[in-house]
């Protein structure tokens, strides 16, 4: 398992979230995850907020627009994101042409 800790940002919203990478790095990680349906060669990476109210493996699975573009730029760009990153969802979607600093 890999955990990154980020910052996603959109219009008036600040969410710390903590970004959990699902791997297989054992026999045991992967008995355990196939039985709770994260097997196959799918990438699952689980979101959850930060203030503890909602965790979500699937993009879509969120409403509105932060989290679900949010998450799937996590999944997406997981190997360039490192702690403390700022996931920036007006610039993600061309809205700004400059990306939001950590606060």
Given at each position: ?103
């Amino acid at each position: 398992m890999q955990v990154k800790i980020l910052e996603v940002r959109d219009r008036a919203t600040f969410i710390p979230v903590m970004a959990t990478l699902l791997e297989r790095e054992c026999k045991a990680q992967r008995r355990l995850l196939s039985a709770a349906g994260y097997g196959g060669a799918i990438t699952y990476v689980i979101v959850t907020k930060l203030d503890g109210t909602i965790s979500q493996y699937a993009p879509h699975a969120w409403g509105g627009r932060t989290m679900p573009n949010a998450h799937s730029y996590i999944l997406h760009h997981w190997d360039e994101l490192v702690d403390g990153d700022v996931i920036d969802i007006e610039y993600i979607l061309g809205e700004t042409a400059t990306k939001k600093e950590p606060q």
